[in-house]
């Protein structure tokens, strides 16, 4: 009987792995080609402006988010006779985090810019979808029950109808502020996608009910995931707003794009950490031994694949995005091949940060990350008006190295500078070319 209930979740657990897995494939098949379309139809400038708006949008999130995607499906597996209540007082909570993070986005862009300015009717679009999003908390409830094989669904419908709405634009010759809508549609149809897979549900959403007890519980929990994700959100766009703000759009818009490819490469080793992740668990709660050599595995493998993508990106990077964007974002191929150089330190840092989960570093990881971003807009205001976007590259990359190798001055790091060596070792690479 073990055997079989081990098997059902084991398989249960895959399915839904393989769901998620589906859904960032034809994100990133279907995606690529709509956005080069998009951005060759935009060109730099426009498309600086959508991906500084971006930037805003991805400033002010932590209002709708609060931190509760990181504690919800926990919480949902925890309180199960209390689902109902739970899911209706967290998307209460989201409403009112949603409203606030409308207002204050709106306040600061009239203030830093002027209210009369073009970008606010283009911020408040695009952040009216964060209504939309406070309907996350139905796929909090699917991912605890391993379910989300109908958030998928209703997300890559609402995707692919953007994506077809997108291409129509371009045919249409839209302007821009119909693009940044596209963006707040498409969290409106996945919202709606998910309250029709909900319609089922042994669970209803009310509209009176909100449990204020357990809303000061949730909220005193998540407080250190929100300042942690802030940081982190603010970590990866302060470039694209300092960009915009030191030497304009059609810039941002060239550095966008190569960033937009960059991103395509860390695919492959967030699937790799993500499946690596139970695997170390488990041997950190059963064998010191055991767990080092997981780590050391994890880490040659993330080692390598960043040598090979480094490689690929240098010879071929500028070729690619002539090819994909045209003359309009001339110089997009040399940064892409300068954003490469950060492979190694990027992946590193996913895999070290499996490693942080594991061991329960939350106050570790919230320094790192405040000392990484302090590194990186001071490097940026030093750089990019001396180098332009290259300074900018060359301050993630530096502020990057910084904040993953922080590790090795953390006590109790088992031994982190020898496995962070290993994937150098003759032997190592002989038997990982072997294998």
């Not at 309250?195 to 998540?222: C, E, H, M």
């Not at 766009?237 to 759009?249: A, H, S």
Request: include cysteine; proline fraction near 3%.
């Amino acid at each position: 009987m073990i055997n079989r209930l081990i098997d059902k979740i084991g398989r249960k657990l895959l399915g839904n792995s393989m769901w998620l897995f589906i859904d960032k494939l034809i994100r990133l098949i279907v995606g690529l080609f709509i956005g080069v379309l998009v951005a060759r139809y935009l060109g730099p400038e426009r498309m600086g402006i959508w991906n500084y708006c971006i930037a805003i949008f991805t400033f002010f999130i932590i209002f709708p988010s609060l931190g509760l995607e990181y504690i919800s499906p926990r919480e949902f597996v925890n309180r199960k006779t209390e689902a109902e209540n739970l899911l209706n007082t967290v998307l209460k909570l989201k409403f009112i985090g949603a409203t606030f993070g409308i207002l204050f986005s709106v306040l600061f862009m009239g203030l830093f810019k002027g209210f009369s300015s073009y970008l606010i009717p283009l911020i408040f679009i695009l952040t009216s979808g964060y209504l939309f999003q406070s309907f996350d908390v139905i796929d909090f409830y699917y991912q605890s029950k391993l379910e989300q094989k109908k958030s998928v669904i209703a997300r890559v419908v609402a995707f692919l109808f953007v994506s077809g709405y997108k291409f129509y634009l371009v045919q249409s010759d839209a302007p821009l502020i119909w693009f940044v809508a596209s963006s707040t549609i498409d969290f409106g149809i996945g919202a709606i996608g998910l309250l029709y897979s909900f319609k089922n549900s042994p669970i209803r959403l009310r509209v009176t009910l909100f449990d204020w007890k357990l809303a000061k519980q949730l909220l005193k929990d998540s407080l250190v995931f929100s300042v942690s994700a802030l940081v982190i959100v603010i970590y990866y766009k302060v470039d694209q707003v300092m960009i915009t703000e030191m030497i304009g759009e059609q810039e941002n818009g060239i550095y966008s794009v190569a960033i937009r490819i960059h991103e395509l490469f860390v695919f492959l080793p967030a699937v790799l950490v993500s499946s690596f992740l139970p695997v170390i668990t488990q041997k950190f709660h059963e064998n010191e031994v055991e767990f080092r050599a997981s780590l050391k595995q994890l880490y040659s493998v993330l080692t390598y694949l960043a040598i090979i993508f480094t490689i690929v990106v240098w010879f071929f990077g500028p070729f690619v995005m002539n090819l994909l964007y045209g003359e309009d974002y001339s110089g997009s191929g040399q940064i892409l091949q300068y954003v490469g150089l950060g492979f190694y330190s990027i992946f590193m840092a996913m895999g070290i940060g499996n490693y942080l989960i594991i061991t329960n570093r939350k106050k570790f990881v919230l320094l790192k990350s405040l000392i990484g971003l302090g590194v990186n807009v001071t490097l940026n205001f030093w750089l990019i008006p001396i180098m332009g976007i290259t300074g900018a590259v060359l301050a993630s990359i530096i502020s990057n190295i910084v904040s993953t190798f922080l590790i090795l001055i953390m006590s109790n790091n088992h031994s982190h500078f020898a496995l962070i060596l290993s994937p150098f070792n003759i032997s190592s690479i002989r038997r990982f070319i072997k294998y």
